[in-house]
């Protein structure tokens, strides 16, 4: 039979997948008998589970919300993963201090096996070059969005500057009196290549819109509750993507795809082009797939590979080319004369 504080975790751990459990069914799974159970339960009870037990054929028990959080066992997967996610969090976030706080704690009861598992898996969390100035924001801000989201309740915000900034700067960024707040019904939070963000439904514009969390300040009280509308496309994953790409959020796919092939080794390409396809053709040719914004963006980021081009297809594709070409040309013509250099009158 298992150890008591083994037992303790197995019981755990099985009260924890959201579901009610006879005591039949646990001492079968436990391999223990059903007075083991109960008494496994007081247990945990004594620890501070709200573990409540229900009436039935065979009797039940279900873990519950309570009002303080109780002492918390892992098993080995969980505390890893817990310190990994802590030492990612740790790094340049604004729960930062709060995150190494727990890492410290849960390391120090960890077991020397666990322990040395820990110091030897460092992770460091490198900020995406697009979050370079990126405003941290607070976790008040983003318990207050997400109660909102959760109660479905209509929210207005001044939107365009640094909700995070000091008061006084807050109070010199603040809209003309005339400017209307703005009126939405919030549907999510996403995060997205360092940036939190509110997706939500613009009342007045009658359209989906995006908003960045550290530029919104919301507006007191809240609006009256609403029914949720049906996000376009699948999921928000797929929404957030689709509209970052240019499209209304119905697909993720780019509004703008073409097909080139290059005269370069594809591990010279396959780096550089992100979510694009790369096939090889041979020792020093390849084929790209790629997708973009707009025909002339696709143009420009393919002609950055110092390489002659051919292009598949599609014509939209040729005629950005051809296009760009010519706008490179008249750059080319038209430089205007160095600072301070004298015209020929």
């Known amino acids: 039979m298992q150890k008591t504080s083994s037992r303790l975790l197995a019981l755990l751990s099985l009260l924890q997948t959201h579901r009610d459990w006879s005591g039949d069914d646990l001492a079968e799974r436990l391999d223990i008998t059903p007075r083991t159970v109960r008494r496994d339960i007081d247990r945990l009870r004594e620890l501070g589970y709200p573990i409540r037990a229900f009436k039935g054929p065979a009797g039940g028990y279900r873990l519950d919300a309570g009002s303080q959080l109780p002492p918390l066992l892992f098993d ?5 993963a817990l310190a990994v996610a802590l030492q990612s969090a740790a790094a340049g976030t604004v729960v930062g201090e709060d995150a190494a706080r727990a890492l410290a704690t849960i390391r120090q009861v960890m077991p020397s096996r666990l322990r040395q598992r820990i110091d030897m ?19 008040q801000l ?7 989201i959760r109660a479905r309740e209509e929210l207005r915000f001044d939107y365009g500057h640094d909700a995070t900034a000091p008061a ?3 109070r010199r960024t603040q809209p003309h009196p005339a400017e209307q707040p703005r ?26 819109r995006t908003f960045r969390v550290d530029r919104v300040r919301p507006r007191t009280p809240t609006g009256p509750r609403f029914t949720p509308r049906d996000l376009p496309g699948d999921h928000v994953a797929a929404f957030v993507t689709g509209r970052f790409r240019g499209t209304d959020g119905s697909t993720a796919d780019w509004p703008c795809r073409g097909e080139v092939i290059l005269d370069l ?10 979510d694009g396809i790369v096939d090889e053709l041979g020792p020093d040719r390849c084929r790209l797939t790629l997708g973009s914004w707009s ?3 696709l143009a420009a980021t393919i002609g ?42």
């Open 295 to 297: 025909w002339t963006g």
């Open 142 to 148: 983003l318990t207050e969005l997400g109660r909102v």
């Open 265 to 274: 080794p594809v591990q010279a390409v396959a780096p550089f082009v992100r």
């Open 168 to 170: 006084e700067q807050s």
């Open 183 to 208: 009126r939405t019904q919030p549907h999510h939070l996403v995060t997205w290549r360092g940036h939190w963000y509110l997706i939500a439904w613009d009342l007045d514009r009658d359209d989906w």
């Open 76 to 80: 080995d997967g969980q505390a890893v």
């Open 304 to 345: 950055r590979f110092d390489t002659d081009i051919q292009v598949v297809g599609p014509p939209q594709l040729t005629r950005a080319f051809a296009e760009l070409a010519a706008r490179c040309a008249n750059a080319a013509t038209s430089s205007a004369p160095a600072p301070g250099a004298e015209t020929s009158r």
């Open 121 to 139: 898996l460092q992770v460091t969390a490198v900020p995406s070059p697009e979050s370079g100035n990126a405003s941290p924001v607070g976790p």
